[in-house]
């Protein structure tokens, strides 16, 4: 009986150590979807490539299975997006957020 609720508490540790895992995969996917989402924009503010800006970071974040929730162009050519990405089970969002443009 002992051994049946010890690997009851080990199997909730592991559970809990695998959400945790899986919570820190999706928050790098979320930044790493802002980042480039925010890179390809201040490239389209600028006239790098063609494009409005918030619509080429916006695709950019759907290709990386993330929503766009936030897009801001400075008049200095600075993009600023944030995006989330749902967790599994609907217990949240991963979040990230970035900001590119021409250096000073």
């Known amino acids: 009986m002992l051994a049946l609720?010890?690997?009851?508490?080990?199997?909730?540790?592991?559970?809990?150590?695998?959400?945790?895992?899986q919570a820190g995969v999706l928050a790098s996917r979320a930044a790493a979807a802002a980042d480039l989402a925010a890179l390809?924009?201040?490239d389209a503010a600028r006239?790098?490539?063609?494009?409005?800006?918030?619509?080429?970071a916006a695709s950019v974040v759907g290709?990386?299975?993330a929503t766009l929730t936030s897009c801001v162009v400075t008049g200095e050519e600075?993009?600023?997006?944030?995006?989330?990405?749902?967790y599994p089970f609907n217990v949240g969002v991963a979040t990230g957020h970035a900001r590119a443009g021409p250096p000073p």
Do not use: D, K, W
């Open 63 to 65: 290709q990386h299975n």
């Open 47 to 56: 006239g790098l490539t063609s494009g409005e800006p918030c619509e080429v």
């Open 40 to 42: 390809a924009g201040a």
């Open 78 to 86: 600075i993009v600023e997006v944030v995006t989330e990405l749902p």
């Open 5 to 21: 609720a010890l690997g009851a508490v080990v199997m909730a540790l592991l559970l809990g150590l695998l959400l945790l895992a």
